[in-house]
């Protein structure tokens, strides 16, 4: 197969090399429009109780549409006490509200209520004035919409001295997709000279460098022009860009350098382009596309968590290792078929690259031959004390985990953007003027059956709203309740009745309207606690909540709690449920194919466990950093409390797949030396000669990429991209160099265990001959 592509892509090479240019400017094209078509959402749980709340009150309202948000303006030159005051927050209402690309349904709040019902809505300065407002846009509108709507209103209330914040989910996400942008740009600028950097000290040329940046240009082209295409009728998160790139750059750099390092040594050897591409893609080639498919499978068993936000995430990475293995084995061997001889031209002194020669059998990568005794001297001398170094790593891995035990995770919340955003200084205004859940109200959602006010059981209703006031940490519940009771002190709803309801007074029936839909059968309770969303205070009072809510099931009254802290709280129970899958699946999908790789039933299980002792390390050291702030100053990291919540399990499944590849590049060198003849120690000591050297700076090269990420983009992705880092650079290092060694070692020939297997033969050196008293003289040296 090999020589029939090479021969094919001989023949055809401009016409191929034209379809690839095409494909790859349309692609590019596709993927102009992304940011604008990828969602905020992807948090909500299908069926959940936080997904119905939110269902629930998109339509059927006044002044609440199918996005809302909350308007906050602070005067710093007036106090509410003066005219001007009043004057300018109407003013700028008036901009926002009037904006046609919003398509306003309503507002509720400080400019629509009068003088006597309006002072909920001022803040404790005396400055800082709000407005509810409702629009008609969706989602993924509101969130395009938004930030440029937020930007212009900032630039021309700012110098006067009024600032305006647009809080809404929209405006938090589309200001996360802004910032996600700016990221990636900068991580991108960041990443792509230091790749370079270490490219030329790998190879020792330049050709060879810039080559390999064919590979991540096609992959990552082409997976953002699919993204694209998928986005525009299936929602995907907003992280799937950054997530995808990250990735994306690090694998396919690292194909890259496996099959050109491969290309080049067998060129030096003497062989043709065309023997020399045949050989590598039989080898480096196949050790990638069988690298690709771990990943690919282990990222699949993602799709098991019922959560958008990661189904989207490991779509994003599954393409994109897709299309990184196609462009190792396809396009990669077109650039070198056009090149030929010319991959070696700008090479560098012999004394600034980090690869030289290599000689290897098999697809495994071999590393040079000048520091091969070095490597074979660090093999050895760990293996002659081999319970000595696997205890000090295995423990000093067990000292990184320690932290991981007291693990959080959360949704992200308005904290991820910096604070001198707009929008961060609106949800900021909001918590320090309203208190703590002013930003972020839980919602009680109750349907009933038949109109409240004609509803029997419509007095259950006000116990629950009585019930909810009264629990630990809730500071207030904005309802109707209070206004229906002075309208009607002994059947509240019945001011409901529409003859009742129109003698109301102005603001009271604006009040009922807001939190009672148009056909009386919903009703909104907006309970205000004194913690941030994420805080184990406000986890636990949702816990609090929904349990009152289902006592009040029943007889045609049903109740569901929604709101940010709720929407976490099924996030997480989601990724929880799914967890177990998740692991089998996985484990399951690498114990078979290394099962295959390596004919053994016991090296995949030891990898299995040194992947969980590295990966326990990982959540160890994020813990610390990001739950502690554990060096976080000192690395430019904010400290949350706790990590996004779908982190741990993308490291999870993205860690083990890569783990696995190295473990792949290592044993199957290690196995050629072993059929060989070689014992277990020789075996072992060859391979990490052989390997060390291509696999430290592919993990070179993946620190790199990831730790740029890390650096530069948000919340969410810098705790991926520090993982990642973390985590490849202990697998190159003590796994990989100390860990493993060891282990096989203790194993010894146990290493290569399966039933039915004939064991190699491996000859025996011929014991010297020793002449005995009763021996026959050999010939010629008779005695007569």
């Given at each position: 197969?090999?020589?029939?592509?090479?021969?094919?892509?001989?023949?055809?090479?401009?016409?191929?090399?034209?379809?690839?240019?095409?494909?790859?400017?349309?692609?590019?094209?596709?993927?102009?429009?992304?940011?604008?078509?990828?969602?905020?959402?992807?948090?909500?749980?299908?069926?959940?109780?936080?997904?119905?709340?939110?269902?629930?009150?998109?339509?059927?309202?006044?002044?609440?549409?199918?996005?809302?948000?909350?308007?906050?303006?602070?005067?710093?030159?007036?106090?509410?006490?003066?005219?001007?005051?009043?004057?300018?927050?109407?003013?700028?209402?008036?901009?926002?509200?009037?904006?046609?690309?919003?398509?306003?349904?309503?507002?509720?709040?400080?400019?629509?209520?009068?003088?006597?019902?309006?002072?909920?809505?001022?803040?404790?300065?005396?400055?800082?004035?709000?407005?509810?407002?409702?629009?008609?846009?969706?989602?993924?509108?509101?969130?395009?919409?938004?930030?440029?709507?937020?930007?212009?209103?900032?630039?021309?209330?700012?110098?006067?001295?009024?600032?305006?914040?647009?809080?809404?989910?929209?405006?938090?996400?589309?200001?996360?997709?802004?910032?996600?942008?700016?990221?990636?740009?900068?991580?991108?600028?960041?990443?792509?000279?230091?790749?370079?950097?270490?490219?030329?000290?790998?190879?020792?040329?330049?050709?060879?460098?810039?080559?390999?940046?064919?590979?991540?240009?096609?992959?990552?082209?082409?997976?953002?022009?699919?993204?694209?295409?998928?986005?525009?009728?299936?929602?995907?998160?907003?992280?799937?860009?950054?997530?995808?790139?990250?990735?994306?750059?690090?694998?396919?750099?690292?194909?890259?350098?496996?099959?050109?390092?491969?290309?080049?040594?067998?060129?030096?050897?003497?062989?043709?382009?065309?023997?020399?591409?045949?050989?590598?893609?039989?080898?480096?080639?196949?050790?990638?596309?069988?690298?690709?498919?771990?990943?690919?499978?282990?990222?699949?068993?993602?799709?098991?968590?019922?959560?958008?936000?990661?189904?989207?995430?490991?779509?994003?990475?599954?393409?994109?290792?897709?299309?990184?293995?196609?462009?190792?084995?396809?396009?990669?061997?077109?650039?070198?078929?056009?090149?030929?001889?010319?991959?070696?031209?700008?090479?560098?002194?012999?004394?600034?690259?980090?690869?030289?020669?290599?000689?290897?059998?098999?697809?495994?990568?071999?590393?040079?031959?000048?520091?091969?005794?070095?490597?074979?001297?660090?093999?050895?001398?760990?293996?002659?004390?081999?319970?000595?170094?696997?205890?000090?790593?295995?423990?000093?891995?067990?000292?990184?985990?320690?932290?991981?035990?007291?693990?959080?995770?959360?949704?992200?919340?308005?904290?991820?953007?910096?604070?001198?955003?707009?929008?961060?200084?609106?949800?900021?205004?909001?918590?320090?003027?309203?208190?703590?859940?002013?930003?972020?109200?839980?919602?009680?959602?109750?349907?009933?059956?038949?109109?409240?006010?004609?509803?029997?059981?419509?007095?259950?209703?006000?116990?629950?709203?009585?019930?909810?006031?009264?629990?630990?940490?809730?500071?207030?519940?904005?309802?109707?309740?209070?206004?229906?009771?002075?309208?009607?002190?002994?059947?509240?709803?019945?001011?409901?009745?529409?003859?009742?309801?129109?003698?109301?007074?102005?603001?009271?029936?604006?009040?009922?309207?807001?939190?009672?839909?148009?056909?009386?059968?919903?009703?909104?309770?907006?309970?205000?606690?004194?913690?941030?969303?994420?805080?184990?205070?406000?986890?636990?009072?949702?816990?609090?909540?929904?349990?009152?809510?289902?006592?009040?099931?029943?007889?045609?009254?049903r109740a569901v709690v929604g709101g940010e802290t709720a929407e976490g709280v099924d996030a997480n129970a989601a990724i929880e449920d799914a967890l177990p899958a998740v692991v089998v699946v996985m484990l399951a999908v690498i114990y078979l194919l290394l099962l295959i790789a390596f004919r053994s039933l016991?090296?995949?299980?030891?990898?299995?466990?040194?992947?969980?002792?590295?990966?326990?390390?990982?959540?160890?050291?994020?813990?610390?950093?990001?739950?502690?702030?554990?060096?976080?100053?000192?690395?430019?990291?904010?400290?949350?409390?706790?990590?996004?919540?779908?982190?741990?399990?993308?490291?999870?499944?993205?860690?083990?797949?890569?783990?696995?590849?190295?473990?792949?590049?290592?044993?199957?060198?290690?196995?050629?030396?072993?059929?060989?003849?070689?014992?277990?120690?020789?075996?072992?000591?060859?391979?990490?000669?052989?390997?060390?050297?291509?696999?430290?700076?592919?993990?070179?090269?993946?620190?790199?990429?990831?730790?740029?990420?890390?650096?530069?983009?948000?919340?969410?992705?810098?705790?991926?991209?520090?993982?990642?880092?973390?985590?490849?650079?202990?697998?190159?290092?003590?796994?990989?160099?100390?860990?493993?060694?060891?282990?096989?070692?203790?194993?010894?020939?146990?290493?290569?265990?399966?039933?039915?297997?004939?064991?190699?033969?491996?000859?025996?050196?011929?014991?010297?001959?020793?002449?005995?008293?009763?021996?026959?003289?050999?010939?010629?040296?008779?005695?007569?």
């Open positions: 197969m090999p020589e029939r592509w090479i021969r094919v892509l001989t023949r055809f090479r401009w016409p191929i090399l034209a379809c690839w240019l095409v494909a790859l400017v349309a692609a590019g094209v596709a993927a102009l429009p992304l940011a604008d078509r990828l969602s905020g959402g992807g948090w909500y749980v299908p069926g959940s109780g936080s997904q119905e709340a939110i269902a629930a009150t998109r339509s059927g309202f006044a002044d609440r549409g199918a996005s809302n948000l909350t308007l906050v303006i602070t005067d710093e030159r007036n106090t509410a006490t003066s005219p001007a005051f009043e004057q300018r927050v109407r003013q700028a209402t008036a901009e926002v509200t009037s904006d046609k690309r919003l398509q306003t349904v309503g507002s509720y709040g400080w400019t629509t209520l009068s003088s006597e019902n309006r002072g909920q809505f001022l803040g404790k300065d005396g400055r800082t004035a709000v407005t509810l407002v409702g629009l008609k846009l969706d989602d993924g509108t509101a969130r395009r919409v938004l930030p440029d709507v937020q930007e212009e209103i900032d630039r021309h209330w700012a110098p006067d001295g009024l600032r305006v914040s647009l809080v809404s989910a929209g405006t938090l996400w589309g200001e996360i997709n802004t910032l996600s942008q700016s990221g990636l740009q900068q991580a991108e600028l960041i990443t792509f000279p230091l790749l370079l950097v270490i490219l030329l000290l790998l190879y020792r040329g330049v050709a060879a460098a810039v080559v390999s940046f064919v590979v991540s240009a096609t992959a990552i082209v082409f997976t953002l022009g699919v993204v694209s295409l998928l986005a525009r009728h299936f929602e995907l998160s907003v992280f799937v860009e950054n997530a995808a790139t990250m990735i994306g750059l690090g694998v396919s750099v690292d194909y890259s350098l496996f099959v050109i390092s491969r290309y080049v040594d067998e060129l030096r050897r003497g062989r043709d382009r065309t023997a020399a591409l045949a050989a590598t893609l039989r080898t480096s080639g196949k050790t990638v596309v069988f690298s690709g498919l771990i990943v690919a499978l282990a990222m699949s068993s993602l799709f098991l968590v019922g959560l958008n936000v990661i189904q989207s995430i490991a779509l994003g990475i599954v393409i994109v290792v897709a299309f990184a293995v196609l462009a190792s084995v396809a396009v990669l061997p077109l650039v070198l078929v056009l090149l030929g001889d010319r991959i070696l031209w700008g090479r560098l002194p012999a004394g600034l690259g980090a690869l030289g020669r290599r000689s290897r059998r098999g697809g495994a990568p071999s590393g040079p031959a000048a520091p091969s005794d070095r490597w074979q001297r660090v093999a050895r001398g760990i293996m002659r004390r081999p319970v000595f170094f696997l205890s000090i790593a295995v423990l000093a891995m067990a000292a990184l985990a320690a932290p991981s035990l007291s693990l959080r995770t959360f949704t992200p919340d308005a904290r991820i953007v910096p604070e001198s955003s707009p929008v961060r200084a609106g949800f900021d205004a909001m918590r320090a003027q309203f208190g703590p859940g002013a930003a972020s109200p839980h919602q009680v959602v109750v349907t009933s059956d038949t109109p409240l006010g004609t509803s029997p059981d419509s007095g259950r209703v006000l116990t629950l709203h009585d019930e909810l006031a009264a629990l630990p940490h809730v500071t207030g519940v904005n309802s109707p309740l209070e206004t229906l009771r002075r309208a009607s002190p002994q059947r509240p709803f019945a001011a409901l009745d529409p003859a009742a309801f129109a003698r109301l007074p102005g603001d009271a029936r604006a009040a009922v309207d807001r939190y009672v839909s148009a056909d009386r059968r919903t009703l909104v309770l907006e309970v205000l606690s004194d913690g941030q969303a994420s805080s184990p205070d406000s986890r636990a009072l949702v816990t609090s909540m929904r349990s009152l809510a289902h006592d009040l099931d029943g007889s045609g009254l016991l090296l995949p299980v030891k990898a299995i466990l040194i992947n969980l002792l590295s990966l326990g390390a990982t959540y160890g050291v994020l813990v610390l950093v990001f739950q502690h702030s554990w060096a976080a100053d000192l690395l430019g990291f904010q400290e949350f409390g706790h990590l996004q919540n779908f982190v741990p399990v993308l490291l999870l499944a993205i860690l083990f797949s890569l783990s696995t590849d190295y473990e792949v590049f290592l044993l199957h060198r290690i196995r050629e030396e072993y059929d060989g003849g070689a014992d277990n120690t020789a075996s072992v000591a060859g391979g990490m000669a052989a390997t060390a050297p291509l696999i430290s700076g592919a993990a070179l090269l993946m620190v790199a990429v990831f730790g740029a990420f890390a650096f530069t983009g948000i919340m969410p992705i810098q705790q991926l991209g520090l993982g990642l880092a973390v985590a490849i650079a202990l697998d190159a290092t003590v796994i990989r160099l100390v860990v493993v060694p060891a282990a096989m070692q203790l194993m010894g020939d146990w290493n290569w265990w399966l039933p039915s297997r004939r064991r190699p033969v491996r000859p025996q050196p011929a014991a010297p001959f020793e002449p005995t008293p009763n021996s026959s003289p050999q010939k010629g040296t008779s005695r007569t």
